[in-house]
Every structure is written in C-alpha cells, then in structure tokens.
C-alpha cells in the first residue's frame, strides 16, 4: 500500500502548480482522500478532501476560490490543481487515504500516508 505525491516545485507568487497523488497497492475508489500540508514550526492541517465518489469537498479558507480537488479512480490518482498561489502556500503537502465515505480535514482521521512533496512560491 503506497501513496506517492507528485508535481511539486518552487514557483512564483500568482503561479500555478498541479500536484498528484498516485494510489498503488490498493484501489482509491473506497477512500476519501486528503491533502495536507506543514509548514516549518507549524502544525499539519488540512487543505483538501474528497469523498470516495467525489461528492463532497473540503477546502480550508485559505484556499478557496484558489484550489481544486479532483480524483481520477480509473488512473486511482487524486489531484489538487493550485492557482494564484501564494509565498505563504509554501510548505510540504501531503496526501492521505481514509477508508471512510465522507470526508474529514482531520488528520488523525487517515489511514495511509504519502511521503510529502515541497512546494516553495517565491515572492
């Protein structure tokens, strides 16, 4: 069972970046997902989520208007498409699974875990 985080970089402020989180070993079709994020010296929270039927979204605040969830389960990869992003963006954002149908921004609420991919925007 493997979640693997992709897309990341070091981007302008006002730029755009797409992560991915590819599933393998298992199938995402069961799981809600979520997309996390820790900056240096702050806590983990929650930025996105999606229902295992992609009913149900979750953004926190900061994001809205700004990013999007998505999930391909024919390819068992989520997606967060980022735009007009922001120096304070910056930070290592996860993705995880929950075997449950509805979604939840708690962290202690996920299964599985990816390794974490760096996103810097640059002022």
């Known amino acids: 069972v493997q979640l693997v985080e992709s897309g990341g970089g070091l981007v302008q402020a006002g730029g755009s970046l797409r992560l991915s989180c590819a599933a393998s070993g298992f199938t995402l079709d069961y799981y809600a997902i979520g997309w996390f994020r820790q900056a240096p010296g702050k806590e983990r929270e929650g930025v996105s989520c999606?229902?295992?039927?992609?009913?149900?979204?979750y953004y926190i605040d900061s994001v809205k208007g700004r990013f999007t969830i998505s999930r391909d389960n024919a390819k068992n990869t989520v997606y967060l498409q980022m735009n007009s992003l922001k120096p304070e963006d910056t930070a290592v954002y996860y993705c995880?699974?929950?075997?449950?149908?509805?979604?939840?921004?708690?962290?202690?609420?996920?299964?599985?875990w990816g390794q974490g991919t760096q996103v810097t925007v640059s002022s």
């Open positions: 999606i229902s295992s039927n992609a009913g149900s979204t």
């Open positions: 995880a699974a929950e075997a449950s149908v509805v979604v939840s921004h708690d962290p202690r609420s996920y299964d599985y």
